[in-house]
């Protein structure tokens, strides 16, 4: 029955891992898919959930019953607050459904699905990714049944946002269309608009009767702080638009392999509000009935309780910090050893990605060479970088791009 199967290819992200996993040699570097990583190069349980697991299992209520199918209540009203803000006039008006998701790629495709179902009839199935853009956001919305188009990000001369090109685009997109916007750390450029982009965005986002949908899977990781990171969804917000997000727990919380996320819809009321929720339900419970609750229950724990909080910002901080002594780490390297070209972008991009602009040929070699796996595009995860791997980075680098 399956004779005609074909193989399909690894995943361009999560292929890097198992490509890693699979490499002999003792100098191997997994800087493809983005985890974090302590100096040692190890995978890293936040203080703050390993206690709040703690807490969790020594409680005798504890149970593993079914949640109901918009997953922890507690985990969902925190998450919307922590994106919103607790000032944010949405949340006081009681007017943002909010379900629990599989983490970000979870909540993207349940929201699209929704979208795909709910929009109004004469609004276009066409969803705006940025180029580029996160691999999986192409398939989740064409699954969905969206035509994916892109519109202009990245400035391969400059290494840095194509304002120019993204307004020009965006201003073309036919008046309903959905327009996904990297909350913060754009992955995988890094590459973020300025505060004062971010307004004017937000004028042609309205001008062009755009809907808003939010990919926040860095909350905290661009710059340390979650209320700075929240900047550009909180500014959409407060203009009273109705906007989707996306939330994830994976990075800010270490909660990877827990797929605890969050899906908000920002209504105009909260009886439509009220009225989103019960069909987003609709939407998950023939995929998959209800989310797991264990990852939710953790960080529903660790939002929730000041102490566990306070110690949680300061591991952000601490994580973020940590990823830009790596960028400054890679650039002495690489001057140290005279890499052609300028290579200050790497300081000036934000999150936990780098990308370097190396041609497919270049990354190649420098998985083939010198073992040190990436995704094809050149982008590489300056959480898995260390002090001590840094020198050795920087000698691969150097290599492929002069070779
Ligand atoms: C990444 O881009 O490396 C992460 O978002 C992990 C993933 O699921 O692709």
């Not at 699209?112 to 705006?128: G, I, K, T």
């Not at 997000?245 to 827990?258: C, I, P, T, V």
């Not at 110690?311 to 940590?322: C, S, T, V």
């Not at 190649?364 to 050795?392: C, F, N, Q």
Request: glycine share 8%.
């Amino acid at each position: 029955n399956w004779e005609h199967v074909e193989q399909a290819p690894p995943d361009p992200i999560i292929g890097v891992t198992d490509a890693w996993r699979a490499d002999p040699d003792p100098r191997k570097l997994n800087l493809g898919v983005g985890a974090y990583r302590t100096e040692e190069g190890k995978p890293y349980v936040l203080r703050a959930v390993r206690e709040a697991e703690t807490q969790m299992l020594a409680d005798p209520a504890s149970n593993h019953e079914y949640l109901p199918i918009s997953g922890n209540a507690d985990f969902c009203r925190l998450s919307r607050t922590l994106a919103l803000g607790a000032g944010s006039a949405a949340l006081q008006e009681g007017r943002v459904a909010t379900v629990q998701a599989l983490s970000g790629t979870g909540a993207l495709r349940v929201g699209a699905e929704f979208l795909a179902q709910h929009l109004p009839a004469s609004n276009p199935r066409v969803v705006y990714l940025p180029s580029p853009t996160w691999g999986n956001h192409k398939t989740i919305f064409a699954k969905a049944g969206f035509q994916v188009r892109e519109y202009r990000y990245f400035d391969k001369a400059s290494r840095g946002l194509d304002f120019g090109g993204m307004t020009a685009d965006l201003s073309s997109a036919p008046p309903g269309a959905v327009l996904l916007l990297h909350a913060c750390a754009h992955n995988p450029t890094g590459v973020d608009p300025s505060p004062e982009q971010w307004a004017s965005l937000l004028q042609t986002t309205h001008d062009r009767q755009l809907l808003p949908f939010f990919d926040s899977a860095y909350q905290g990781f661009a710059s340390g702080d979650l209320d700075a990171d929240a900047a550009s969804l909180r500014l959409f917000a407060a203009s009273g638009m109705e906007l989707v997000l996306a939330q994830s727990f994976a990075k800010n919380m270490g909660l990877y392999g827990e797929r605890a996320g969050a899906l908000s819809v920002v209504c105009r009321s909260k009886a439509v509000a009220t009225r989103v929720e019960s069909q987003l339900k609709l939407v998950i419970r023939p995929m998959y009935s209800n989310p797991p609750m264990h990852g939710a229950a953790i960080a529903a724990r660790v939002m929730g309780d000041p102490r566990l909080n306070a110690m949680w910002k300061e591991e952000l901080k601490g994580m973020a910090d940590r990823i830009k002594a790596m960028r400054s780490a890679l650039y002495r390297e690489l001057t140290a050893r005279n890499a052609p070209g300028d290579w200050s972008f790497v300081l000036k991009q934000i999150g936990m990605f780098s990308f370097t602009g190396m041609t497919r040929p270049q990354c190649e070699l420098l998985v083939k060479k010198w073992h040190i796996h990436l995704t094809l595009d050149g982008r590489i995860s300056m959480a898995g970088l260390s002090a001590a791997t840094a020198p050795y980075l920087a000698e691969a680098i150097v290599d492929v791009v002069t070779s």
